[in-house]
C-alpha cells in the first residue's frame, strides 16, 4: 500500500549531502517509521528507523555516523540528513511506515511504502 511521498532527492558529488522528507500526513500512526534504499540492480536495504514516541534513531552499519533519521510528529513527516555522501549511497530511497512487528530494518515489518526518490552520487 502507497501512502506516503518522498521528496528531496537529487544529484550530488561524492562528500555532499541531501536531506530526504517523507510526507505521511494521510497515514495512520506507526511505532516506528524508517528508510530503506535500492540500489539499481540490488536487494532492498534498511539503512535507519526511528521510534515515533520518543525519536530514538536506529541505524544500520553501512549509514552509521554519517546520515541522521527523525520525526516530526506534529505532521507525522519523517527525515533522512544524508551527509558525506559517497558513490555507494547512490539508490532509489523509500519511506516505510505502518509497523507490523519484527526486525526495524527489514522490509517485512513495514505494510506502507512511498514511490520513492532517486539520489545520486558522482565521484
Known amino acids: 500500500v502507497q501512502a506516503q511521498v518522498e521528496s528531496g532527492g537529487g544529484s550530488v558529488q561524492s562528500g555532499g549531502s541531501l536531506r530526504l522528507s517523507c510526507s505521511a500526513s494521510?497515514?495512520?500512526?506507526?511505532?516506528?517509521m524508517a528508510w530503506f534504499r535500492r540500489p539499481l540492480g540490488k536487494e532492498r536495504e534498511g539503512i535507519a528507523a526511528v521510534h515515533t514516541p520518543d525519536g530514538s534513531p536506529f541505524y544500520g552499519d553501512s549509514v552509521r555516523g554519517r546520515f541522521t533519521i527523525a520525526h516530526d510528529r506534529s505532521r507525522n513527516t519523517l527525515y533522512l540528513q544524508m551527509n558525506g555522501l559517497k558513490p555507494e549511497d547512490t539508490a532509489m530511497y523509500y519511506c516505510?511506515?505502518?509497523?507490523?512487528?519484527?526486525?526495524?530494518?527489514?522490509?517485512?515489518?513495514?505494510?506502507?511504502w512511498g514511490p520513492g526518490t532517486q539520489v545520486t552520487v558522482s565521484s
Open positions: 494521510g497515514v495512520a500512526y506507526s511505532t516506528y
Open positions: 516505510a511506515a505502518g509497523y507490523r512487528g519484527g526486525r526495524l530494518l527489514s522490509a517485512d515489518a513495514y505494510s506502507t
